[in-house]
């Protein structure tokens, strides 16, 4: 009888003290928040500075939040790689997070329109949101041309970085990417309001409407001999280097070039341009802002 006792007692010594630790190992985290920018990427040097530009001023904005970045093309990230530069997918950057405590996050999208590529990041932070031992939330902020109130805002910018170089009677192009999606809509609005503000500014896209031979007969029309090709993507990369300011015969510039219309590019990107910048990062705000945590 005493030794059952004994046996007990130690039992019950042991349950007591396993009792906090369990407790510690299934207790809900305190909440932690942070930021991960997701932007496609690039692989061309000279542009990357852009998107580093606007991981510093997240940075800025909110000290003591970490701020990761990644890129959401796996072409380019497979292409880094081989150059011994190592930058995550969004999956990945996500994943990484929970082991440092963090439990809310704000993904910050440096997309231009709510496109395809948006809602694969909206799928991967559905897929992250909840998971056991995993982050609780995962909000997106919304693309650079999202709600109707960031057209005007998105047009006025643009055309306050226009080149102080332009001269009455030349034109600046904006030119972005374009897509078969729906979102495609989104530049045809930003045509809108920059007519609302300089009947010579236009936007144009590589892939999407309105396209190249859209904006040629525009100018045509118009009688302009000078257009200030400008990138409407958030890096001057690939596309803007090629697609619009290419020497190659259907590019932009070259088919400007053909039409007698003297083109002359810039190359920088929006994410190079504080006023663009200033809506993306309210965006963030507002995503930021209503995440749980502290």
């Given at each position: ?11 019950s ?10 407790a510690?190992?299934?207790a ?6 942070a ?9 061309v ?83 992250f ?47 972005g ?5 729906s ?12 007519w ?35 990138p ?18 259907d ?30 990062l309210d ?12």
């Amino acid at each position: 009888m005493i030794r059952l006792s004994r046996m007990l007692l130690s039992l019950s010594l042991v349950l007591a003290l396993a009792a906090p630790a369990a407790a510690g190992h299934d207790a809900k985290k305190e909440p932690k928040r942070a930021i991960v920018v997701a932007a496609f990427g690039t692989t061309v040097p000279e542009a990357a500075p852009a998107i580093t530009k606007m991981v510093e001023r997240v940075k800025a904005a909110y000290p003591g939040v970490p701020v990761t970045l990644c890129y959401t093309a796996a072409m380019i990230r497979a292409k880094l790689a081989k150059e011994g530069k190592n930058v995550p997918s969004p999956a990945e950057a996500l994943a990484a997070l929970p082991d440092t405590g963090v439990t809310d996050v704000a993904l910050m999208s440096l997309q231009t329109i709510p496109g395809s590529e948006y809602h694969d990041l909206l799928r991967t932070a559905a897929a992250f949101s909840r998971m056991p031992k995993g982050l609780s939330h995962v909000s997106v902020s919304a693309p650079l041309l999202s709600d109707k109130e960031d057209f005007p805002k998105v047009a006025k910018a643009l055309i306050d970085a226009a080149p102080k170089e332009r001269k009455p009677g030349e034109a600046v192009v904006f030119v972005g990417h374009g897509t078969e999606h729906s979102a495609n809509m989104a530049y045809p609005a930003l045509q809108y309001s920059l007519w609302r503000i300089d009947q010579n500014a236009f936007v144009t896209t590589v892939e999407g409407i309105p396209s190249f031979d859209d904006v040629v007969a525009d100018l045509k029309a118009k009688g302009i001999k000078k257009a200030w090709l400008i990138p409407l993507f958030a890096v001057a990369g690939d596309h803007a280097r090629n697609d619009m300011a290419g020497k190659e015969k259907d590019s932009l510039a070259s088919t400007l070039a053909a039409a007698g219309i003297e083109a002359k590019a810039v190359l920088s990107g929006t994410a190079d341009r504080d006023g663009v910048a200033a809506v993306w990062l309210d965006h963030l705000k507002a995503t930021f802002d209503a995440l749980p945590g502290k």
